[in-house]
């Protein structure tokens, strides 16, 4: 991985490409950082919870959430804006037929996605307005009138519009997908807030020392072996063998090589468990800015679908399988496919071109995307088992599968993408080494 870095700094035009990537990723940490006016600080991080879908939220924005700053927001309007889109891409024939006409259509899905975003940054703003002045009181006093409202909903409007702008430059003219790679800066810079409240928790909680060690030593011990396992399957694929027919074009003969057809286990990457978490977060989000009285059905709601409980293991586990085979239906065709592989003269031994070969394809494709998709769900789901078994003492790897999954994703995503890059430039020490 570092060698490739390396060469890449070697090709000038990649070379832009990365440092304009932190160029952004710099940027957006310090609008992170950017208070916003008429919200108090101390007071926000004094009622802070540092667990459940609170500390999900600023794992996401980088603490920004936790903070009350200006990209509190963070990411979150853009992917539900994207999840949106994408499923009434599949619902309404209008969209569908936009998705189809190439570049144009793909520009107008785009400028959708922005309009939704921020639409959904405006709720999101309100009701983030609403958590901080009702549940904690973090408006200063003597400016919560209709000007101090106002200026404070704008200010986060603004900061998830500047977010998605951000993350379409880095599509534009940086490397990797801009979304993920802020997504993954969050996550990093947020690992030492991270630890400092787990070592917090377990000092309010008044351990021994000799479990303190323990603890420290299994949740490292937990960390390092989802790197490993997701590392592992990330590379893990299925391999469909085709022939090519030789064929005799004026003087020479073409094909008759053989060659195989591969389909990734994970083929559709870090999007499921991040459209997954989004989406059964966001009831519970919502119940939290109401702050629902306790007792009430709707506390129960919100109690019931946080990252604690059983019930929101078995939903996010359900959605993560569901997002998986609605991103690999959207982003490979079998039908296509098998079409390009007949007009080359490449077949599956055994199966018929044509309608048959789809048919192959996409029985291998449901296999191999359910495995793909349970080892999605795997490793999400057991770190919040493990956090419910201990007690919440092992808060700090609730979400450490999620985040795991996004960091190692994003990071192969963007190394594969560079060498990509290279081997297109035909960069003869990059393919010699």
């Not at 009622?47 to 959430?65: E, Q, R």
């Not at 009434?88 to 998705?99: G, K, Q, S, Y």
């Not at 027919?245 to 468990?273: D, E, F, H």
């Amino acid at each position: 991985m570092f060698k490739t870095i390396k060469n890449a700094f070697t090709i000038p035009e990649l070379r832009s490409k990365i440092l304009f990537t932190l160029f952004i990723i710099v940027l957006y940490r310090v609008g992170a950082a950017v208070p916003v006016p008429f919200t108090s600080l101390d007071i926000l991080l004094a009622g802070y919870s540092t667990t459940g879908i609170m500390n999900y939220l600023s794992l996401l924005s980088g603490s920004a959430f936790q903070q009350g700053t200006l990209f509190a927001l963070g990411v979150s309007p853009y992917i539900t804006a994207s999840i949106v889109i994408q499923l009434l891409t599949v619902a309404i024939p209008a969209l569908e037929r936009m998705a189809k006409e190439g570049e144009t259509g793909k520009q107008k899905l785009e400028k959708l996605t922005r309009y939704t975003t921020v639409g959904l940054a405006i709720i999101t703003a309100v009701g983030y307005y609403m958590l901080m002045e009702n549940q904690y009181g973090l408006v200063k006093k003597g400016y919560d009138n209709w000007f101090g409202i106002a200026v404070i909903i704008s200010c986060y409007v603004a900061g998830a519009s500047i977010v998605m702008w951000l993350g379409e430059r880095i599509d534009e003219q940086g490397i990797g997908n801009g979304i993920s790679i802020l997504l993954f800066a969050n996550i990093v810079s947020s690992l030492p807030n991270q630890i400092m409240s787990y070592a917090a928790t377990l000092n309010a909680a008044e351990v021994t020392t000799v479990i303190v060690i323990v603890m420290a030593v299994l949740a490292v011990l937990l960390t390092v072996g989802n790197v490993v396992f997701v590392t592992a399957m990330s590379d893990a694929e299925r391999r469909i063998p085709v022939q090519y027919a030789k064929r005799v074009v004026g003087r020479k003969m073409y094909g008759g090589q053989n060659t195989n057809l591969p389909i990734k286990l994970n083929m559709s990457g870090v999007m499921p468990i991040i459209f997954a978490n989004t989406l059964v977060s966001l009831p519970a989000t919502i119940l939290l800015f109401v702050n629902p009285k306790e007792g009430t059905f709707w506390y129960k709601v919100q109690h019931a679908l946080d990252s604690d409980s059983w019930i929101y293991i078995v939903v996010l586990f359900v959605l993560i399988i569901a997002f998986a085979y609605f991103y690999i239906s959207i982003s490979f065709n079998p039908i296509e496919v098998s079409n390009n592989l007949m007009q080359n003269g490449g077949f599956i031994p055994g199966i018929r071109p044509g309608k048959p070969t789809a048919m192959y394809i996409t029985k291998i494709l449901n296999k191999v995307t359910l495995m793909g998709a349970f080892f999605l769900s795997i490793v999400a789901c057991v770190p919040l088992i493990l956090n419910i078994v201990s007690g919440g003492l092992l808060g700090i790897i609730a979400f450490s599968g999620s985040t795991m999954l996004i960091v190692v994703g994003v990071i192969m995503e963007t190394i594969r993408e560079i060498e990509a890059q290279m081997t297109m430039r035909h960069y003869k020490g990059f393919l010699d080494n």
